[in-house]
Structures are given as structure tokens and as C-alpha cells.
């Protein structure tokens, strides 16, 4: 597995070992040993619950936090092709307003590692994505956070114009609009 660091501290971009031939392929998407020995998920995390969400092109989801139990994710696209997003949104840190995007596809077989604390979300830039991810704590829908996906103190460079946004990521606050107390 290559292992890819990015600007973002702990957040890594993951290439796992990928058989093929004729037939189709074959890889690991975890394998506790060695992804222990690279520290992913890392300071002793463990994976507790495992997602999946299917979205049609141009659904962009995100961007998330929990507050309270935040989720350290491995994540990867079984299907299709999806643009991926990790930011700092923690006003404390140094590389606050950062963020890391990346293609993770079912061809490419990439995954992203976002350690807890760090905002995620994805646009979907295929016909259809099927989206896993790997969470190193359970969801709490009670500390449930966010920022505006199109927020001007990141300025993501989204592939995408005018994304299909769900009424709850509509309503989220720029970063200038959140309280600290709202922020990882």
C-alpha cells in the first residue's frame, strides 16, 4: 500500500495494493495490521461502524463534523467516481481554513483517511457513486455540525456549479456566521 501525505496533519491519501488480471481484481480495503502499522486510524482509534450511501451525479454531501464522538473516517468509492474533501475548520489550528480534495473512484481503488476533527464531504462526478465509509465512532445525531459547502474562507474548488444539496446542507453557516462552540 503507498501511503500520500497531504498539507493537512494526519489526513492521508491511501493506495492500496491492487491485484488484477483478466478476471477483474482484488484488494484489501482494511486489513487491521497493516493499516495499524501506517497508524490508520491512529492514537489507538478502532473502526465501530461502517456506512454506505449511494448518490446520483452532481449530489454534493457535506460538509460534516460531530462535536461531541467525533468520527475519524476511512473512505473510499466502490462505484463510480466521486471528488472528496477534508477541511480545517477548527479556528485553533494552524492550517484553519485548509482543505485537501482528491478522486476517489472505483477505478483509481483510492481511499482518504480524515482523522476526527476535521470537516468531510464529496461531490459525486459519476452516473451513480456507491460511497463507503469506515468510522471510528458511532453517529450522534444530537452533536451534529457542519459549514456551507461553498464557504468563501475555504474556497473549495469544487467540480461542480450547482450541486443537489439536501435541505440540511443548504442550511448550514459559513464559517464568519458559526460560534465557536459550533466548530470542532
Same mark, same amino acid.
Given at each position: 500500500?503507498n501511503?500520500?501525505?497531504?498539507v493537512?496533519?494526519g489526513? *492521508?491519501?491511501?493506495?492500496?495494493?491492487?491485484?488484477?488480471?483478466?478476471?477483474?481484481?482484488?484488494?484489501?480495503?482494511?486489513?487491521?495490521?497493516?493499516y495499524?502499522?501506517a497508524?490508520? +486510524?491512529?492514537?489507538?482509534?478502532?473502526?465501530?461502524q461502517?456506512?454506505? &450511501?449511494? &448518490?446520483? =451525479?452532481? !449530489? *454534493?454531501?457535506?460538509? $460534516?463534523?460531530?462535536?461531541?464522538?467525533?468520527?475519524? =473516517?476511512l473512505? %473510499?468509492?466502490?462505484?463510480?467516481?466521486?471528488?472528496?474533501v477534508?477541511a480545517d475548520?477548527? #479556528?485553533? @489550528?494552524?492550517?484553519?481554513?485548509?482543505?485537501?480534495?482528491?478522486? *476517489? %473512484?472505483?477505478?483509481?481503488?483510492?481511499?482518504?483517511?480524515?482523522? #476526527?476533527g476535521?470537516a $468531510?464531504?464529496?461531490c459525486?462526478? /459519476?452516473d451513480i457513486?456507491d460511497?463507503?465509509y469506515?468510522?471510528?465512532a458511532?453517529?450522534? +445525531?444530537? /452533536?451534529?455540525?457542519? !459549514?456551507l459547502?461553498?464557504? #468563501?474562507? *475555504?474556497a473549495?474548488?469544487? #467540480?461542480? !456549479?450547482n450541486p443537489?444539496l @439536501?435541505e =440540511?446542507? =443548504?442550511?448550514?453557516?459559513?464559517? @464568519?456566521?458559526?460560534?465557536r %462552540?459550533?466548530?470542532p
Amino acid at each position: 500500500m503507498n501511503i500520500i501525505e497531504t498539507v493537512l496533519p494526519g489526513v *492521508l491519501i491511501i493506495e492500496p495494493k491492487v491485484f488484477g488480471d483478466a478476471r477483474g481484481f482484488f484488494l484489501e480495503t482494511f486489513h487491521k495490521q497493516r493499516y495499524g502499522e501506517a497508524d490508520i +486510524p491512529g492514537q489507538g482509534l478502532e473502526f465501530v461502524q461502517d456506512n454506505h &450511501s449511494r &448518490s446520483r =451525479k452532481g !449530489v *454534493l454531501r457535506g460538509l $460534516h463534523f460531530q462535536l461531541e464522538n467525533p468520527q475519524g =473516517k476511512l473512505v %473510499s468509492a466502490g462505484t463510480g467516481a466521486v471528488f472528496d474533501v477534508a477541511a480545517d475548520v477548527n #479556528p485553533d @489550528s494552524p492550517t484553519y481554513g485548509q482543505w485537501v480534495g482528491v478522486e *476517489l %473512484s472505483e477505478e483509481n481503488h483510492r481511499q482518504l483517511w480524515i482523522p #476526527p476533527g476535521y470537516a $468531510h464531504g464529496f461531490c459525486v462526478l /459519476s452516473d451513480i457513486a456507491d460511497f463507503q465509509y469506515k468510522c471510528t465512532a458511532l453517529y450522534h +445525531p444530537e /452533536s451534529d455540525g457542519g !459549514v456551507l459547502w461553498n464557504d #468563501p474562507v *475555504l474556497a473549495i474548488d469544487w #467540480p461542480i !456549479v450547482n450541486p443537489i444539496l @439536501s435541505e =440540511k446542507d =443548504k442550511a448550514l453557516p459559513k464559517l @464568519s456566521e458559526a460560534k465557536r %462552540s459550533q466548530l470542532p
